[in-house]
Structures are given as structure tokens and as C-alpha cells.
């Protein structure tokens, strides 16, 4: 069964700081990784979606890179904005059981 | 513009009571899902359903209900066999071959307690 693990938990930092997020997953045989933005008491917000098939994807100051081989993804953010601050999670997809939620990194920025 | 509406924000449920949670989609997809959050955990699969009048159960379906009648809606019924209801329960929607092969949309979240 899939396991995606978040690290850090919880991140504090200053505006203005490039900050990495971290997932890692147990399976490798995925055809896609998403990452989602939540707000509190609030649904997801796809940021960026990376096929199974490509390293990386980037949309504005959020860029996201995939190694399948060895399990893992992680989230850049740039100059980071006190408006970034929100829960981030990591999803994998293996199919329509296979849908795997990371349990995500809650991120502050401090203006 | 095209998104995912769920209603109601909130809501209240009294023991040994059916309730159901509306969700619904103008993004022409095909694929929709209800997912259960809890805190501390990850989302949970409630039920899913990948065309019109089909629906499938998901890891955790015991004592909930869905209906796949038109493809804009897929309806939850939180019945009073489900023990523990309270949560925050979220709709999605995917288009394309497979669960979330193309961006996944959710809605704002129905947030259930029971009184």
C-alpha cells in the first residue's frame, strides 16, 4: 500500500525566503504526483501537476521536480509571500484506488 | 466559471439521522470522488464514480450512500449505520483515463457534526 510521507510538518519563515518542501512516496509505480494548496476550512487548490514521465514542472515562483526512483518530490518556493501561507500537500495517483494523500506541510510566512 | 459547488457549508446531524451532502460540477468531467478528512490524517476515499450511473466503493464507504444519476452530480448520503460522521468531506472531480490524471478540482468542503 502507498505511504507519502511529509517533511517537515510545519514551517515557519521570514517573507522573502526560498523554502523546500519534501515528499516522499513508498511506490514508485505512479503516473502522476500533485501538489494541492489548502487553506484552513477551505477544499484544494492544484499548484502543479507532474507526469509520471517528466522531472519537473513550474508555474510562477512554485516549481516542483519528481524522481520516481527514488520516491521523493519536493515544492520550491520562491520569495516566499505572506499570502503562500496554507497546509501543502502531496498527492500520488496509481488509479482510481491508488490516490494518495500526504497528510502535508503547514506553512507560515512571516511578513 | 467552471467549478465545483458543495452544499451545504455546514451541517448539523442529529443520531440515528440521514443526511446528504450535494456536490456539483460544471467542468464536464467525467470522473468525481468524495473524500472524508480528518485531522492528522490523510484524505480518505469515500466513494467514486467514473461515468454516469456508475459508482464504486472506496476504502472507507461503510455507511454512506452515493448516486450517479446526471454527470454534474454526485450526491452523498451520511446514513445513521456511519458511527463517527463527523468530518470535513470534500468533493473532487478529474477528467481523462484514470483517477486524477489531469488536474483535480474540489470543492469548498461540507464540514459535518453531529449534535
Known amino acids: 500500500k502507498q505511504e507519502v510521507t511529509q517533511i517537515p510538518a510545519a514551517l515557519s519563515v521570514p517573507e522573502g525566503e526560498n523554502l523546500v518542501l519534501n515528499c516522499s512516496f513508498t511506490d514508485s509505480a505512479i503516473y502522476n504526483l500533485q501538489w494541492f494548496r489548502q487553506d484552513p476550512g477551505k477544499g484544494l487548490t492544484s499548484l502543479l501537476l507532474?507526469?509520471?514521465?517528466?522531472r519537473e514542472q513550474t508555474s510562477g515562483r512554485l516549481n516542483a521536480s519528481l524522481d520516481k526512483s527514488s520516491g521523493r518530490s519536493t515544492l520550491y518556493i520562491a520569495a516566499s509571500q505572506p499570502g503562500d501561507s496554507a497546509t501543502y500537500l502531496c498527492v500520488t495517483a496509481g488509479g482510481y484506488q491508488k490516490v494518495t494523500f500526504g497528510i502535508g506541510t503547514k506553512l507560515q510566512v512571516i511578513p | 466559471d467552471g467549478g465545483i459547488t458543495q452544499s451545504p457549508k455546514y451541517l448539523f446531524r442529529k443520531e440515528g439521522q440521514n443526511v446528504t451532502l450535494s456536490c456539483e460540477q460544471n467542468?464536464?468531467?467525467?470522473?468525481m470522488y468524495w473524500y472524508r478528512q480528518d485531522p492528522g490524517q490523510g484524505l480518505r476515499l469515500i466513494y467514486y464514480?467514473?461515468?454516469?450511473?456508475?459508482?464504486q466503493k472506496g476504502d472507507i464507504a461503510e455507511g454512506y450512500s452515493v448516486s450517479r444519476e446526471k454527470k454534474e452530480s454526485f450526491p452523498l448520503t451520511v446514513t445513521s449505520a456511519q458511527k463517527n460522521p463527523t468530518a470535513f468531506y470534500l468533493c473532487?472531480?478529474?477528467?481523462?483515463?484514470?483517477?486524477?490524471?489531469?488536474?483535480?478540482?474540489f470543492g469548498q468542503g461540507t464540514r459535518l457534526t453531529v449534535v
Open positions: 464514480s467514473q461515468i454516469v450511473n456508475d459508482f
Open positions: 473532487a472531480s478529474s477528467n481523462g483515463q484514470g483517477a486524477f490524471n489531469t488536474e483535480a478540482f
Open positions: 507532474i507526469q509520471s514521465s517528466q
Open positions: 467542468l464536464n468531467h467525467d470522473a
